[in-house]
């Protein structure tokens, strides 16, 4: 089932330029009792945050290219297809393949050509000086000519009883991933905005009946899909009505069997059979510690040039779903990766020239 990003901790900004840079060896530290090891800096052409779809493939080209990067990898490597069951619109498996499956492969691949993969995550990061300076949860440092960020965006969820125990069992954050799993079934969505309206659009062509559930009586998606989705015969709405909870199916393999609802106004409660609960009430960019440093819109997605990967910082690169709210598929982030990392090459060689030239 459905795929997607990682979930930096949210620590706030913090600048490095005043900090000294930490000695480049991990022995013990003399002074400390608990053997703690130093930090250590780590010097790289391309540093790669985030190992999702859009990081390993990031990771993948710059190695073949010679810029011998380095990725570190988050909280969750992998990123959403890691929480994933069954991915089948990934080109180049005519079976389904499992999507931890997927990225241990892509990790794999990466490291095979010669990607350096570091687990840490992110927490600080300075694109203010050259050469770019990150530090990490360990205390590392990480100093690079060129940076790549695709740290990814996180489904939210509603946070009900049922909801996490049936991801991938009944209850997804992702149509185009999962949709295809409920032809001719029965499935509710979750949601009033442009992704509610555009998910409930999708299934309206795979499923029997569609259900969309809005906690208001009216949605806020552009009108245009409004008119395509309540023309559609197979969709029926409840408005002003939460979902309170995902139940169970009592059967051995975890099933979605119905969702319990409550009526806003009357304040009724009520059960409603459903084979599938698709929750799209929106995502969560992990940007928040390059808040500050490149650009971003006001929901946190990194602003790129349009047809590239350039973010407001040359130098600074974005791909995947960070700064894609509207795509956010495993492929498109690879695809976006891969074109990271050429305009990385490209930057870093314009870059040497004009070194040589100044020398
Ligand atoms: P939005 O924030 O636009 O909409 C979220 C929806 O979920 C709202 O209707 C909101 O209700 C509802 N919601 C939020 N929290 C809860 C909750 N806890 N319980 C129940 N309902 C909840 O998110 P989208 O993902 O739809 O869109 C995000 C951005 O991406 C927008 O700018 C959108 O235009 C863009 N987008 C563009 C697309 C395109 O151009 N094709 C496709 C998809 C997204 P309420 O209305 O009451 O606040």
């Not at 795929?3 to 840079?21: K, N, Q, W």
């Not at 946070?159 to 185009?176: D, K, N, Y």
């Not at 999962?178 to 499935?187: A, E, L, M, S």
Request: hydrophobic share 45%.
């Amino acid at each position: 089932m459905a795929a997607g990003a990682s979930d930096l901790p949210r620590r706030g900004d913090r600048s490095l330029a005043a900090e000294p840079a930490a000695p480049n060896n991990r022995a013990p530290h003399p002074d400390s009792e608990l053997d703690m090891p130093v930090p250590t800096t780590h010097r790289t052409q391309l540093l790669i945050i985030g190992a999702g779809p859009a990081g390993y493939t990031a990771a993948i080209y710059a190695a073949r290219a010679g810029l011998a990067p380095l990725v570190v990898a988050g909280l969750r490597p992998g990123g959403q297809l890691t929480i994933t069951t069954d991915v089948e619109n990934y080109p180049g498996f005519a079976q389904a393949v499992q999507g931890p499956w997927l990225m241990e492969q892509m990790r794999a691949q990466a490291e095979h050509v010669g990607a350096r993969i570091i687990q840490d995550v992110v927490i600080a990061a300075d694109f203010s000086t050259r050469p770019f300076r990150c530090r990490g949860d360990s205390g590392d440092e990480f100093l690079a000519d060129a940076v790549v960020i695709a740290t990814g965006a996180e489904a939210r969820w509603l946070g009900i009883p049922g909801e996490r125990e049936l991801a991938g069992f009944g209850v997804s954050a992702c149509a185009t991933c999962d949709g295809f799993f409920f032809r001719g079934r029965r499935v509710a969505v979750v949601g009033g905005g442009n992704s509610a309206t555009e998910e409930a659009l999708y299934l309206s062509n795979l499923a029997a009946e569609v259900i969309l559930i809005h906690r208001r009586d009216s949605l806020r998606s552009e009108k245009i899909l409004q008119q395509r989705l309540f023309a559609r015969p197979n969709v029926r709405f409840l408005w002003n009505t939460v979902v309170e909870a995902a139940l169970p199916d009592a059967s051995p393999r975890p099933s979605l069997r119905a969702l319990r609802l409550r009526d806003l106004r009357s304040g009724a409660v009520s059960e409603l059979p459903v084979d599938g609960l698709f929750v799209a009430i929106g995502h969560d960019p992990a940007t928040a510690v390059f808040r500050g440093q490149v650009a971003m819109d006001q929901a946190g997605y990194i602003l790129v040039e349009p047809g590239s990967t350039r973010t407001s910082v040359p130098g600074v690169f974005a791909a995947g779903d960070v700064a894609d709210k509207i795509y956010r598929q495993a492929v498109t982030a690879a695809g976006t990766g891969c074109m990271a990392a050429l305009d990385a090459e490209r930057f870093l060689a314009a870059s040497r020239f004009a070194g040589q030239e100044a020398a």
